[in-house]
């Protein structure tokens, strides 16, 4: 056996015993109020993808101030469709809408002239004063509105087909980086009419001032047209609140084109009922033409005594109902 200094053993066991209380000590504490260096990186990382208090409360107020502008631009929306209802179409805005570069006193004038002339070739063919008088009334009241309102129409058609080619320009000029005014002044001189011409009065009411949304608008009260209207809407909008215009005129493009395949098969599906109108509407004046050619004067008690009168004007009343009544079925609003 070895001979150790019995000192040297006593002071080595002492050594080892103190060594192995403070890595116990150590190992104790540790584990209470110590953390590992994975809890510390588990910690860290967390704290890098969680928002601080600042951010969040930057967000609170960036949503604030989005849901705000949302309800102030639909309160806009509102008070000004009120305002569409209420406001009633005068007959200037009628002439804009028509396309017709005319005064009002050039209107009048011209629709004295035709009530003239229609009450004229009634006088000629009929020789009653009352059927004179009733076309006197019919050429100076009806036809210049009827003729209104058919030019109105053909304009409307004119535009909202060149509407969707209009804003896929801009949607393409906005994607290549030029400005929405500059798409706007493209479509002003290349597009064909009406679009030229409205589009040019747009840019020319931007040069007094007046801002993009606020001229769609005033355009759209010129030629009442939804599509219009919603693309007024969206560049409103975009102006106020920001987002991705040509991803939205793109959108608004496509669904300009389904409605107006939406309404080319409905007007196809109802082209019968059309004709049938057209038909019955026009049976009663075809007979009457037909019995005077064949036997002159079988007709004449009908425009001669009191009760023929009568039952020419019931006849037109009822007829007049019934191809109102059939109109309102046939004509669908998308």
């Not at 006593?10 to 209470?32: C, D, E, G, K, P």
């Not at 011409?197 to 949304?213: C, D, P, V």
Request: aromatic share 6%.
């Amino acid at each position: 056996m070895l001979n150790l200094d019995p000192q040297l053993v006593q002071i080595a066991t002492v050594f080892i015993v103190t060594a192995i209380v403070l890595a116990v000590v150590y190992t104790v504490l540790n584990s209470i109020f110590g953390k590992s260096k994975a809890d510390m990186r588990q910690q860290n990382i967390s704290n890098i993808h969680k928002p601080s208090a600042n951010v969040a409360n930057d967000s609170m107020l960036n949503n604030r101030r989005t849901d705000q502008k949302r309800k102030e631009i639909q309160n806009k929306l509102k008070k000004r469709e009120k305002g569409k209802k209420n406001k009633k179409v005068t007959m200037p805005q009628r002439l804009l809408q028509a396309g017709l570069g005319i005064s009002i006193n050039i209107f009048y004038v011209l629709s004295v002239v035709c009530g003239v002339v229609c009450a004229f070739l009634a006088l000629m063919f009929t020789a009653n004063l009352m059927i004179a008088g009733g076309a006197l009334f019919i050429g100076i009241i009806g036809v210049p509105r009827f003729v209104l309102n058919w030019l109105k129409k053909r304009r409307q058609a004119k535009f909202l087909k060149e509407l969707p080619n209009a804003i896929d320009v801009v949607v393409r000029g906005v994607r290549s980086g030029l400005p929405l005014n500059d798409a706007l002044k493209m479509i002003a001189e290349e597009a064909a009419e009406p679009l030229r011409s409205e589009f040019s009065l747009l840019i020319n009411e931007q040069k007094m001032g007046i801002t993009i949304q606020e001229g769609l608008f005033r355009m759209n009260g010129r030629l009442e047209l939804p599509e219009l209207n919603f693309l007024a809407i969206v560049v409103n909008i975009q102006q106020t609140m920001g987002g991705n215009l040509s991803e939205t005129l793109a959108n608004l493009s496509k669904i300009i084109r389904d409605r107006h395949k939406m309404r080319a098969k409905i007007d196809a599906m109802s082209t019968e009922a059309k004709s049938s109108a057209a038909i019955i509407g026009a049976l009663p004046g075809l007979i009457i033409l037909a019995i005077s050619f064949m036997s002159p004067g079988y007709m004449d008690p009908l425009f001669e005594t009191q009760m023929g009168h009568f039952m020419i004007g019931g006849s037109i009343f009822w007829m007049t109902c019934g191809i109102l009544v059939m109109r309102q079925m046939i004509n669908m609003k998308i």
